[in-house]
């Protein structure tokens, strides 16, 4: 089961909105509306903070939004702040019953 | 609230078995609604899935792993397990459990992570 692909970085100043794309297959991503986002902190444990492509867990923003189209998800930010800069993980379920994470993507708030 | 622990010791020699334990609070790890996973995380790098485990004792691995994983379940305790065999310095990690959501691969509760080593 091949990775899921991220950007590596993404960039955004405070205020705006950028979203990150996680691109799979027929067999993962395009093929089930299961794909999750997790944010990470440094030194910190993921958290999730986007289920079933466009859920939002108790508590999470709703500044943070998912959506899906074919074989490729994307997560949105709006509103950006100080404390969004993180690492964003992209997963899906897969026809293989495996787990895939993307490489992960990097968002640096200007 | 749910929470998971993760333990076992922090350094392995190679060639050896890493073995950490994984215990929940707050759920019962029997609910039939919940896999139990294991993810890993190389220093600087991304997450790798290893394999999860049902409570009836099903078990689903990596691919890239599956030679060398085992993960068993002690519902008795409200612990799973992971054993990994014939280490070498890759898989030095950070390795994480967490709860998936049945059918659909959502981790929605994870331990702190425990820094695993493996070195002579």
């Known amino acids: 089961q091949s990775a899921l692909t991220q950007p590596a970085s993404v960039s955004g100043s405070p205020g705006q909105s950028i979203t990150i794309s996680c691109t799979g297959t027929s067999s993962d991503v395009g093929g089930y509306n299961y794909v999750s986002w997790y944010q990470q902190h440094p030194g910190k444990a993921p958290k999730l903070m986007i289920y079933d492509v466009s859920n939002r867990p108790s508590g999470v923003s709703n500044r943070f939004s998912g959506s899906k189209s074919g074989n490729t998800a994307s997560l949105t930010i709006s509103g950006l702040q100080a404390e969004d800069e993180a690492d964003y993980y992209c997963s899906s379920y897969t026809s293989s019953s495996s787990g895939v994470f993307g490489g992960g993507t990097k968002l640096t708030v200007l | 609230q749910v929470q998971l622990q993760e333990s076992g010791p922090g350094l392995v020699k190679p060639s050896q078995t890493l073995s950490l334990t994984c215990t929940v609070s707050?759920?019962?790890?029997?609910?039939?609604?919940?896999?139990w996973s294991w993810i890993r995380q190389p220093a600087g790098k991304g997450l790798e899935w290893i394999g999860r485990i049902y409570t009836s004792g099903s078990t689903n691995y990596n691919p890239s792993l599956k030679s060398r994983v085992t993960i068993s379940v002690d519902t008795s305790k409200n612990q799973f397990s992971l054993k990994l065999s014939s280490v070498t310095a890759a898989d030095t990690a950070v390795y994480y459990c967490?709860?998936?959501?049945?059918?659909?691969?959502?981790?929605?509760?994870w331990g702190q992570g425990t820094l695993v080593t493996v070195s002579s």
């Open positions: 707050g759920g019962s790890i029997s609910s039939g609604s919940y896999y």
């Open positions: 967490a709860r998936d959501v049945v059918g659909s691969s959502n981790f929605d509760y």
